[in-house]
């Protein structure tokens, strides 16, 4: 039997992003991540939003992720 896969959501609030190329870094690592459905960083607004397969990948691991980048997760 096949089972189905249970997408989550998730958002974070990051420290400002000040540069494209930290957040295009940010979106890199995340949407390498093994269980990350689509991981995209709204840059406006200093926000990650992820969707991911949450019997595959945790949400501190991605909130983890994100760190090892640089940027402190504020929320
Ligand atoms: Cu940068």
Known sequence: M????EIKTVKFQLETLTCPSCSQKIEGVLNKEQ???EAKVLFNSSKV????DSDEVTSDRLKELIEKVGYPVLS
């Open 35 to 37: 269980g990350v459905e």
């Open 2 to 5: 096949k089972t189905i896969k």
């Open 49 to 52: 939003k992820i969707q991911y």
